[in-house]
Each structure stands twice: as C-alpha cells, then as structure tokens.
C-alpha cells in the first residue's frame, strides 16, 4: 500500500470518449501531482496543486482538465485525446508544494487510446 | 534551468555483484536530490534523498547515494544486489528557490542475472 490509489489501473478509451482518471491520498498531504510516463521520454510534470489551488499548469493540452475538490482527491478529466496521449498517468503527493520531502506516488493508470 | 543526466540507459550486473548508477545534474548551487525506484507496473518510491550535510546518505533497501560537488554527481551504490531489485531507477533534482520543482532524470533500467 503505498498511500496513494490510483483507478483504474488501465484504461482504453476512443478518441472522442470522456473519462476521468482519480487519485487519492490519506496521508495529510498538502500537494498532489500529476505527471506524464511516456516510453523512451523522462516524467513530464503535468499539473500542481497546493491545497486545492493550481499552483502550475505545464503548457498541458485543454484535452486534460485537473480537478481537485479536497487536499485528498484528485481528478484529471479526459476528452478528445489524441493516440500519442497514450502513456502512464502517474499521480504524487507530498507533504507541502515543493516537493523537497519527497513524492509518494501512486501505481498509476496505464491509458490507451484509440 | 536545472537539469539531470543518467549516462546509463540500462545496466546488467549479476546477483551478488556491487551496483553503482550514476546522476549528473546541473545547477548553480546545491539542489535538492532524490533516488526513486519503479518496478514493472508500478509507480516510483522513494529510495532517498540529499538536501544537507553528509555527502553520504543511507537509504531504504540497502542502498546509498554520495553526493560530489565537484562532479555534479549523485551516485547510487549497492554492495550486493539481489534479484528484486530488478526496475527502473530515477534520479531526481529538486531547486530550492520560493518555487521549487523536481525535474526527474531518464532513468536507468537495472537487469539482474542469477
């Protein structure tokens, strides 16, 4: 259990569904995270927010749309993703916005589109 | 901008042998640094983490990191690697300014032969 859930794991979704990928944390974090893994390409930093305000928004398509209602829930709505969208959402918290604590990160969700 | 090299893209070392991954990074002062491991299907954890002090850091699983300011290097060492220790290791380099941010390296995928 790493302290932070992830769902679903996997996920295929058309290019014109819409879908929403959750996380959660209960560990008392004040920052939660959503990052890009795509093959052969480093983790791209997506969006950060910091008790439930956005603190960095990284140049991310409209198509991605973050969501977070409570310091413990975290919510990345999709829609009218591209094939190359296909990758590891990876969702992080930590104990405040800087990250210098470090990340706990959840396991992930493994999306496809097609 | 801070940056973060892993020379290594992948590595092979046998069950019992000593492991050292390398991180360069690139920064003007001391920056925070972190060791992450990601296994098959799962997300990153954290392994370490340098942000003062002794040069050399003990972190979970046996492993440890030096940090060299003279070589901008990070290294992770291991006396004797076993075979779960199979995964994906990232270096990650965090600036401590007002807005911190942890850029994470390419990573280095470590292969282990019984």
């Known amino acids: 259990e790493t302290g932070v859930t992830q769902t679903p794991r996997h996920l295929v979704m058309g290019m014109t569904n819409k879908k929403s990928l959750k996380c959660e944390q209960h560990l008392g974090h004040n920052a939660m995270y959503w990052y890009k893994q795509s093959a052969k390409k480093p983790l791209e930093l997506m969006f950060v927010y910091s008790l439930e305000e956005r603190v960095e928004n990284n140049s991310v398509p409209s198509r991605f749309s973050p969501e977070c209602p409570n310091s413990s829930h975290l919510f990345l709505h999709l829609h009218t993703l591209q094939p190359e969208d296909s990758a590891l959402y990876l969702c992080?918290?930590?104990?405040?916005?800087?990250?210098?604590?470090?990340?706990?990160f959840g396991s992930g969700t493994r999306l496809t589109v097609v | 901008a801070q940056s973060v090299t892993q020379p290594d893209i992948h590595i092979t070392v046998s069950e019992g042998a000593s492991l050292e991954l390398r991180c360069n990074y690139s920064?003007?002062?001391?920056?925070?640094l972190f060791w992450y491991v990601q296994s098959p299907g799962q997300g990153l954890q954290l392994l370490l983490k340098y942000f003062s002090g002794d040069t050399l850091v003990q972190g979970i699983k046996g492993f440890e990191a030096e940090f060299k300011r003279s070589q901008s290097s990070f290294n992770l060492r291991k006396p004797s690697v076993h075979w779960s220790d199979a995964a994906e290791y990232f270096c990650a380099v965090g600036v401590p300014t007002s807005y911190d941010k942890v850029i994470f390296g390419p990573g280095t995928s470590l292969s282990v032969i019984p």
């Open positions: 920064y003007g002062a001391t920056p925070y």
């Open positions: 992080a918290s930590s104990p405040d916005w800087g990250g210098a604590d470090g990340y706990t």
